[in-house]
């Protein structure tokens, strides 16, 4: 379980890292006002050295995006509530993160920036054919992200609820002591381990009740 959690969250936060890298285009076209055609321009060059890498560098991806699946349907494939809830939720949005890749992000790449004239200075209008492909790039990449974010937290918050579901195991009890020892009607509550615990009222001579469960 601690190696499936590891690969899922080393394999999600290095494709994540991956994303990061587009901000040095993406923030030029998403978060900056007006986009100017410099901006456009400095986008659209990031991106035709993008398509262009090495192709055992897409190889690599490839790899460990399919290592990154696996490794999630391996986990839920077990049947256990919190992997079914957890686990579901993030193949989901990893799956949404390859197809949104695949289907929106390629094919922009290959169609528009495989090999796009770009002149030498920025101070040329930018192509009208290009301005939507470039600016839509960033909106993908930040959508992929975001699912990408949701998957750590997934799998963190699944981490979280079985630590606490083993260190919960032990139950409250109440204990009830007489006048003698802590005055007319003095109660407590402890947590009850599965060995120290009685399961029955038991009775002892200093006039101390214990083992009654809380309803």
Known sequence: MGIRASVVFCVTSFLLGCLF???????LTLWKTPITDEHLWTAARYYAILIRGPAPLFYFLSSVVVLGATTILWSLRDGEAPNLMFDGGSIFLYCTTVIVYLYSVVPRLNDK?????????????????????????ASYHLACSVALT??????????????????????????EESEAEGGAGATSTRERSPVDAPTSPVATASGVQTGIPVS
């Open 21 to 27: 890298t587009h901000w040095i285009a993406d923030s």
């Open 150 to 175: 949701g998957v750590l937290i997934l799998q963190a918050s699944r981490w979280w609820a079985m630590d606490s579901e083993r260190d919960g195991d032990g139950e409250w009890y109440i204990v």
């Open 113 to 137: 920036f495989i090999s796009p004239h770009l002149p030498a200075s920025s101070t040329a209008e930018f192509p009208a054919a290009l301005r939507k492909p470039t600016i839509e790039l």
